[in-house]
């Protein structure tokens, strides 16, 4: 098997996947409210609010403790003259490679959160599918979708 893909996300990528986890947390604990109210108005069983509490405590602990942590070990990419290699998961790793004949086109994709930290996502189209790389600081993601885009047209004139 090959070596892993060389190159590493920014440290902010986890501070980034924390704060999706905080959001995606806030909102479970929204609709958690809901459900302690309907339980005390409507005299429920009270096993129902401490399964949804722990769902919110459990989500406390995994989406913004234990999975950025773990995902950013796990993502590695690199970009090499003939072919893209992105690494990626959380419990199963995929690897894959993207042969630069295949790349279609390239973006860079910023939400206002990602423009707060400085990073933006790469999006490779294919014939089939559309891949990212997550969370590179600005200057590398924009030199990368044109070190991308050059290959990929040199790759197309060989064929």
């Known amino acids: 098997m090959r070596e892993q893909p060389k190159y590493q996300l920014p440290k902010k990528a986890q501070t980034v996947w924390r704060l999706y986890g905080l959001i995606q947390t806030i909102i479970i604990a929204l609709l958690v409210g809901g459900v302690i109210f309907l ?16 769902f919110v405590v459990l989500s406390i602990i995994f989406s913004i403790a234990v999975f950025p942590s773990v995902r950013w070990r796990i ?4 970009v090499r003259e003939q072919e893209i290699e992105i690494q990626s998961g959380l419990f199963v790793v995929k ?10 086109h390239v973006d860079t994709e910023q939400g206002p959160i990602l423009k707060k ?13 559309v891949h990212t790389i997550p969370m590179l600081k600005v200057e590398e993601a ?11 047209r040199v790759a197309e004139d060989d064929v």
Do not use: C, G, H
């Open 39 to 54: 339980v005390v108005t409507f005299d429920w069983p009270q096993w129902i609010m401490w399964i949804a509490i722990a």
């Open 95 to 104: 690897r894959t490679l993207i042969p630069m004949v295949r790349v279609q």
């Open 75 to 78: 993502w590695r990419y690199e």
């Open 142 to 152: 924009d030199l990368l979708r044109t070190k991308i885009s050059e290959l990929a």
């Open 117 to 129: 930290y400085t990073l933006a996502n790469i999006s490779i189209s294919s014939a089939a599918t």
